[in-house]
């Protein structure tokens, strides 16, 4: 009786075990499966954003007009009619080999009836669709009129003013949901990129922190990356031409809008007598002061207390203008510190 008794249990044993092989794989099969997700997502967001460097330069010297294709195509499909004229812009002037989606599929473009605008769209790998859409070479909005773009993968519309230097901006931070109604106005802090980096996730205030730092203008993920020893840098090795200008190689700002130079702030700031925090809400730009996250530990630091701003300026470092409750100045800042981006028309 006791003989089998054990053998009972034994067998018990091994199917728990049996059962705890299987749970144990399935947890790691779906682990692999994320981690090849998240990657094949990063490398389309980099496609997307090389077909968009690409018809930015077409704009520019195709009579101020994308190709014009009102019926979405296949970019890269030579069977597919209507994108004959894109492909032949896009290939080989600017593609030795058109990119094609990491699942074997063609990223899908179409332009407006005009030329002005265009979206490209691909599927994510959880099956969300990834859409860019331009803003009509959107040097054509008018100070006061409103742009619409997609940002973080979401459709968002912002408002557009007139600085007291003259120049147009957007009436808000990247990333806010509101204009600001106060100078700690928290709807109106928006996010804090990293220099040189893409709306890629990582500049939500929450995002997650990793120490690896990455080898491509395009990290593999929207992690915040750490780096608390020289140089400091998000990047493993530095690239000045991220923001530099509507063409830059990650300008998170929408066609016709760039990060604004160091020289634009100062002009900003001499035209408004900006001092402190004060006077940087009460002028048009109604600047807030939303803290930043420190290159070092990504922790939000100084949140109500402290306004950063990006440049796209580079010297040793890059360049930014910040500001609390009785001054205000510009500072050379290291890249992987987590700062604020207001955008200005080119």
Known sequence: MNRLSKKAFTL???LVVIAIIGILSGLIAVGMNGATGAAEDAKRKAHVNDFKKALLAIYTFNNMSYPIQTVQCNIG?????????????L??????????????????YQSSTNGKSFTISTDF??????????????????????????????????????SQAGECWMDRNLGASQVATVYNDPLAYGDLFQWGRLDDGHQDR???????????????????????????DWRSTANNALWQGTSGINNPCPSGWRLPTLTEWNNEIAAGSWTDRNSAYASPLKLTIGGYRPYSTGVLKYVGSYGYYWSSTISTNSRSYYFYNYTGTTSRIYRASGYSVRCIKD
């Open 12 to 14: 018990i044993e091994l």
């Open 77 to 89: 499909d030579t069977t597919s009619a209507g994108c004959l004229t894109l492909n032949s812009f």
């Open 91 to 108: 290939n080989p002037e600017y593609f030795s080999t058109i990119p094609t989606d990491p699942s074997g599929s063609y990223y899908t």
């Open 125 to 162: 790998s959880n099956g969300d669709s990834y859409v860019y859409s331009s803003v009509s070479g959107s040097s054509n909005v008018s100070c006061g009129e409103t742009v619409n773009f997609t940002y973080n993968g979401s459709s968002v519309t912002y408002g557009t003013v007139v």
């Open 206 to 232: 929450s995002s997650a922190t990793t120490t690896t730092l990455s080898d491509t203008d395009i990290p593999i993920d929207g992690n915040f990356i750490i780096n608390p020893v020289t140089p400091y």
